[in-house]
């Protein structure tokens, strides 16, 4: 059993930027597979971005690559998400998740891939 909590959301100006911070207990957070997920108002969740458990791998949504960063410290048991060059479309809650793996180098895009899910922190991007 994981338990996932996110922080660092807030309210910034576009062009700004956050770090959202999600923090894991359990003992063998090394061998999850991470991802970020964002929901706006009236829109289905999406992917934002995922990272292996090495961290030798990452993925992003066509919409934040070059602007999000996913990175993760293992022996703080806690996943990132640094998001600069804020949009107003950047809107949303964000998730993160988690997902164990035997495979170092894996990452996952799809909801369904995932087993544990955080409670969510909002960004919002004002324009």
């Known amino acids: 059993q994981v338990q996932l909590v996110e922080s660092g959301g807030g309210l910034v100006q576009a062009g700004g930027s956050l770090r959202l911070s999600c923090a894991a207990s359990g003992r063998t957070f090394s061998s999850y597979a991470m991802g970020w997920f964002r929901q706006a108002p009236g829109k289905e969740r999406e992917f934002v971005a995922a990272?292996?458990?090495?961290?030798?791998?990452?993925y992003y949504a066509n919409s934040v690559k070059g602007r999000f960063t996913i990175s993760r410290d293992n022996a703080k048991n806690t996943v990132y998400l640094q998001m600069n060059s804020l949009k107003p479309e950047d809107t949303a809650v964000y998730y993160c998740?988690?997902?164990?793996?035997?495979?170092?180098?894996?990452?996952?895009?799809?909801?369904?891939?995932?087993?544990?899910w955080g409670q969510g922190t909002q960004v919002t991007v004002s324009s």
């Open positions: 998740a988690a997902r164990s793996t035997y495979y170092s180098g894996s990452y996952y895009t799809g909801g369904y891939d995932y087993d544990y």
């Open positions: 990272i292996s458990w090495s961290a030798s791998n990452t």
